[in-house]
């Protein structure tokens, strides 16, 4: 009997900086790559890729050298007629269609499509144009969450709701880079993590600090990741009078950081804030929990599926919420830290990459008899 081929496309790798799709799409590279049951291979576009390249991927984290590989690789078109049964998993936009006798798809949430003000043109127009197509083309597709199928199945229909399938994502395997803190004890600080832009709504922490100055005095607060678009970090600071806290180090904005440093930030602080407005799954809870930082974020789309019982929520449209939550929070952590700290491990420890990979290729296989494997 011929054997089934399984081929990720590894597109999302390009980028120079990972996080997000790109992470997700790293991680189930190292699972395809240390698999031992089962055929497997990658592609970019519409050209394989020698396993040495993405395992280099994998490693280095970092994409810049992938058009200097293919280049230079010898490379071949997809799925370079390899016997058996050909299936696609494309962890992101489709790069082509019904060039594979299976093809599944991972959906990670339709944000432009039910919150377009909180993304530009261009974001928008990227991820619409073909979503509708690939979706309809696709013989199993995987959304990120229980919400983002739900939203699959209710804006993209009509589907078979048995080929839409759940597959939750997980944290990666937790190493702190031991050079960012030296063995030095970290003064007590706050982590806001998400690029800076309207979605991720960094402003109602802006707020939270401008109208309780004593916080700061308390507390660090440091805000980790990239500028996206609309207002910019010193324009926040300046709208709400925070520059001086700012230049006195009381707010603090690395910008995006490294995976190393990022797990080695999350690892020393107090609380993660996560306040953002809409969500396909929410990685960075998931890493922050399984560090045992308690997470202050919004009951919205599927950050309570992801963080469960584990985290303390507030209604981002109710005015005042976030500060009596972060309260609350904060009061919690001084009293009974210990168990706010075991609580996270155990809802971190529910989700894995391993367990991922294994979903995804389980409800795979269920499919393949139908598609007339031997």
Same mark, same amino acid.
């Given at each position: 009997m011929a054997q089934t081929v399984f081929h990720l496309e590894i597109g999302p790798l390009k980028e120079t900086q990972y996080t997000g799709i790109s992470e997700v799409t790293a991680a189930l590279a190292a699972e395809m790559l240390g698999e031992e049951g089962r055929r497997t291979a990658f592609f970019y576009g519409r050209v394989a890729i020698e396993r040495e390249i993405v395992a280099d991927l994998v490693l280095r984290r970092n994409g810049e050298l992938l058009p200097w590989y293919l280049q230079r690789s010898g490379t071949r078109p997809a799925p370079a007629a390899l016997p058996g049964l050909n299936v696609a998993i494309f962890p992101n936009r489709?790069?082509?269609?019904?060039?594979? !006798?299976?093809?599944?798809?991972?959906?990670?949430?339709?944000?432009?499509?039910?919150?377009?003000?909180?993304?530009?043109?261009?974001?928008?127009?990227?991820?619409?144009?073909?979503?509708l197509e690939d979706v309809h083309s696709n013989d199993l597709t995987f959304c990120v969450s229980q919400a983002t199928r739900e939203d699959v199945l209710r804006y993209l229909g009509p589907?078979?709701?048995?080929?839409?399938?759940?597959?939750?994502?997980?944290a990666a395997t937790q190493e702190e880079d031991p050079a960012l803190f030296a063995g030095r004890k970290a003064e007590p600080y706050v982590l806001v993590l998400g690029t800076i832009e309207p979605r991720k709504n960094a402003a109602i922490v802006f707020e939270a600090l401008a109208r309780n100055p004593a916080l700061l005095r308390r507390l660090k607060f440091v805000f980790l990741g990239r500028h996206g678009w609309g207002e910019k970090f010193d324009a926040l600071l300046a709208r709400y009078g925070l520059s001086e806290d700012y230049e006195k180090g009381r707010i603090l904005f690395?910008?995006?950081?490294?995976?190393?440093?990022?797990?080695?930030?999350?690892?020393?602080?107090?609380?993660?804030?996560?306040?953002?407005?809409?969500?396909?799954?929410?990685?960075?809870?998931?890493?922050?929990?399984?560090f045992g930082v308690p997470v202050v974020t919004t009951r919205s789309s599927s950050l309570p599926e992801v963080a469960g019982e584990a985290s303390f929520y507030f209604d981002p449209f109710c005015e005042?919420?976030? !500060?009596?939550?972060?309260?609350?929070?904060l009061s919690e952590l001084r009293v009974r830290g210990q168990a706010l700290r075991r609580r996270s491990l155990a809802r971190a420890a529910e989700f894995s990459w391993s367990g991922t990979y294994r979903r995804m290729m389980a409800a795979i296989e269920a499919v393949l008899p139908q598609q007339g494997q031997a």
């Open positions: 489709k790069s082509c269609r019904r060039g594979f !006798d299976v093809e599944c798809q991972i959906v990670h949430d339709l944000s432009t499509f039910l919150t377009p003000q909180f993304h530009n043109d261009d974001t928008i127009e990227f991820h619409t144009s073909s979503l589907l078979d709701p048995e080929r839409v399938v759940a597959i939750p994502l997980a690395p910008g995006f950081v490294g995976e190393g440093a990022k797990r080695a930030l999350l690892s020393h602080a107090r609380l993660l804030l996560y306040p953002s407005l809409f969500e396909g799954f929410g990685l960075p809870v998931v890493e922050a929990l399984s005042g919420d976030f !500060d009596r939550v972060l309260a609350r929070a």
